[in-house]
């Protein structure tokens, strides 16, 4: 009978029947999906898989370090980190177009991983943790919104331009089977439960033009939101959260003061597929001391809303 460790061990035998003693260069997320790909190729080839992390600069707090302390320092995984956000953040000045934005971003990730996979030696393949559910989506609904919506991790097209052959040891499986593959091989439970995370990052989250100040200010009230989310045990109940800073300044009092600073919209929704989404019913104890919180901690927040839209007719993120 089935089991995810069998399932593991008929992957990596698969994987070393295909890469044999080739190189395969890996691009890492930070996500569950290319995490648990990493894992499991480094467990069948070893020092044969390099990973490459692009760093948009458009990351959570302390995002770009956990990924870089887990596979680098902990899994002894070879990793290039693409600190690249000068770059990035340059060519989003001014930009405010949402569209605009992710094909900037798309553009230059594509750009920057063939910089730093080029000069990886000798490598044949490339890895991508394509799920079983993108498998099917690429092929009957071509063109529609679920394919672009992953087309920038799915570094699209880049496998024939670079002459790379392509590693795919994740696409027979949905995302709970992931889950349990990641748990087989290890992975903390904390991370293997995380919440999705678009590629463009927070320049979603940023709508209108995004500036460095902004993309601090915002950081930090995501990380106090999320902060209080796992406090109150409400992390694993909810499918995505974060906050959105609003491109509008609003006034308020502190002290005997009045304040002048950004308003932010906090989201959090329930949702099976991310296709359709209801939004959280956070009590308003939690949300009033959560909104006290942001306000008290992250100098330059000076109003909280929360975001009650659904989708359909809202989206989950606000770009
Ligand atoms: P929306 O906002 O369309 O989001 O309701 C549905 C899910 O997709 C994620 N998302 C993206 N992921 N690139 C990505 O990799 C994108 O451009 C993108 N836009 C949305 C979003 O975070 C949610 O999980």
């Known amino acids: 009978d089935w089991t995810m460790e069998a399932y593991r061990d008929e992957a990596i035998r698969l994987i070393r029947e295909q890469v044999g003693d080739k190189k395969v260069i890996c691009g890492l997320s930070g996500g569950v999906d290319s995490s648990v790909a990493a894992v499991l190729i480094h467990e069948a080839i070893g020092e044969n898989l390099t990973c490459v992390f692009v760093d948009h600069g458009l990351l959570r707090h302390n995002e770009a370090d956990e990924v870089v302390a887990m596979f680098r320092d902990h899994y002894n995984i070879p990793l290039i980190h693409a ?3 000068e770059l990035f953040l340059g060519a989003l000045e001014g930009v405010s177009d949402p569209e605009e934005k992710r094909k900037t971003i798309g553009r ?9 996979a080029g000069g990886i030696e000798g490598a044949e393949f490339l890895a991508q943790g394509t799920l079983y559910p993108d498998v099917i ?4 609904f071509s063109g529609g919104p679920s394919v672009t919506i992953k087309s920038h991790h799915n570094v699209g097209g880049l496998p024939e331009k670079m002459g790379l052959k392509l590693v795919e040891p994740l696409r027979e499986l949905f995302k709970d089977e ?4 990641g748990h087989e091989l290890g992975l903390p439970a904390s991370f293997i439960g995380r919440h999705p995370f678009p590629g463009p990052g927070l320049a979603i989250r940023c709508p209108g033009e995004i500036t460095r100040e902004k993309l601090a200010i915002l950081r930090k009230a995501d990380a106090v939101y999320i902060d209080q989310i796992r406090r109150h045990g409400l992390y694993d109940e909810i499918w995505q959260a974060f906050v959105a800073i609003l491109p509008v300044r609003t006034v308020g009092v502190m002290g005997d003061g009045r304040t002048y600073d950004f308003a932010c919209a906090l989201r959090a929704v329930t949702s099976v597929d991310g296709m359709t989404a209801d939004y959280y019913p956070f009590s308003h104890e939690f949300l009033g001391e959560t909104a006290t919180r942001i306000i008290n901690e992250v100098k330059g927040i000076n109003r909280v809303t929360y975001d009650i839209t659904s989708k359909p007719p809202g989206t989950i993120e606000w770009e």
Do not use: C
């Open 178 to 181: 992931v889950r349990a593959l």
């Open 83 to 85: 600190e690249e956000s």
């Open 108 to 116: 230059l990730f594509i750009d920057v991983f063939q910089k730093y």
């Open 137 to 140: 989506e690429s092929v009957s």
